[in-house]
């Protein structure tokens, strides 16, 4: 009989929606060294770690999962992490800061606030070009919604091309062609060692001076000291950052006065308990059944 042990703030409501779905002969456990399964914070699961003697797979609640492939910590069991469930918010959040700067909403605020009567046009995404980097399930539904608006996708990635959205895929050492032409960058790139940073000084210089960069992915991919100085000098539109290198951000950070940066708190999307669990069901069945798993962490790859 597994025994799940549940390692996350929420976990009376995971239990809860858990038993709704009577799985067969899963039993919840509270000591750590009685699991086989587990389920929760990447953090809350690393620290359970050394206690988790009999663990063979564990289900993290979220698609970073940093903490647990790190190479100072176990890797003798599968790791899943949640995938197919954030690309539904991060779409609504990338898309209403797009359609927010593109209507001019701000200025439209301030005009209102003034009581000046102002018919600047607004602009439109019909017709603007996206460029995806990272191409995986969120960056497809990402694609879905620009086809939606009529608007040209290209995307990079080390070498799937899994969604059919994209007008143009980039690959290797094409970052700087990818980069050409973009009306607005999106990185949903996770945090590796080949990620860092690569949204450099070179890449920002490549993107037309309009260009708006959104990050939803991680923080270690912007050199952040080249974003600041690509703002202050005009030769980017702005910037949305929901991730940031060190977060909470410091005080004294200058992005928190850098012009046409907007910040968000890692809010973008939220593991809401409701997703995950269809996920772990799905994956309880086919761990039963011997079956390979879904949406498995390679230890090496970082995601």
């Known amino acids: 009989m597994p025994q799940l042990i549940l390692l996350s703030s929420d976990k009376d409501k995971y239990q809860r929606l858990i038993e709704s779905a009577q799985l067969p002969d899963l039993e919840f456990v509270t000591n750590p060294a009685q699991a086989e399964l ?31 492939v790190d190479p100072s910590q176990r890797r003798d069991y599968v790791l ?7 690309g539904e918010w991060m779409s609504e959040y990338v898309f209403g800061y797009l359609l927010f700067l593109e209507k001019r909403m701000l200025d439209r605020i301030k005009a209102q606030q003034s009581r000046e009567w102002k018919r600047d046009e607004s602009g ?24 939606h608006f009529g608007m040209n996708v290209k995307g990079f990635t080390r070498e799937s091309e899994i969604s059919t959205q994209v007008d143009t895929y980039y690959h290797g050492n094409d970052l700087l ?10 990185s949903v790139l996770p945090r590796t060692k ?15 001076d309009h260009a708006v960069f959104v990050n939803i992915g991680r923080g270690n991919s912007v050199d952040e000291a080249a974003l600041v100085e ?3 000098e005009g030769k980017l539109g702005a910037a ?11 005080v004294e950070h200058p992005f928190w006065s850098t012009p046409n940066l907007y910040m968000t708190y890692h809010t973008s999307a939220i593991s809401y308990p409701e997703d995950i669990t269809k996920l772990f069901i799905e994956n309880y069945y086919r761990y039963c059944e ?3 798993l879904k949406y498995i962490v390679d230890f090496e790859k970082g995601y």
Not at 80 to 86: E, I, P
Not at 124 to 147: D, F, P, Q
């Open 80 to 86: 899943t992490n949640a995938r197919g469930v954030f």
């Open 290 to 292: 011997g079956k390979p």
């Open 194 to 208: 080949g990620t860092n940073q690569l949204v450099d000084q070179a890449f920002l210089q490549a993107l037309p």
């Open 38 to 68: 587990a389920l929760g914070e990447p953090k809350a699961i690393r620290d359970a770690l050394p206690r988790l003697s009999q663990l063979k797979w564990a289900q993290s609640i979220y698609a970073g999962v940093e903490p647990l």
């Open 240 to 250: 949305v950052l929901d991730v940031f290198e060190q977060e909470p951000v410091p």
């Open 177 to 186: 062609k990818f980069a050409a032409g973009l009306d607005y960058l999106v």
């Open 230 to 232: 690509a703002l202050q």
């Open 124 to 147: 439109t995404l019909r017709g603007k070009t996206i460029g995806l980097l990272g191409v995986g399930s969120i960056g497809t539904h990402l694609a879905e919604m620009a086809k």
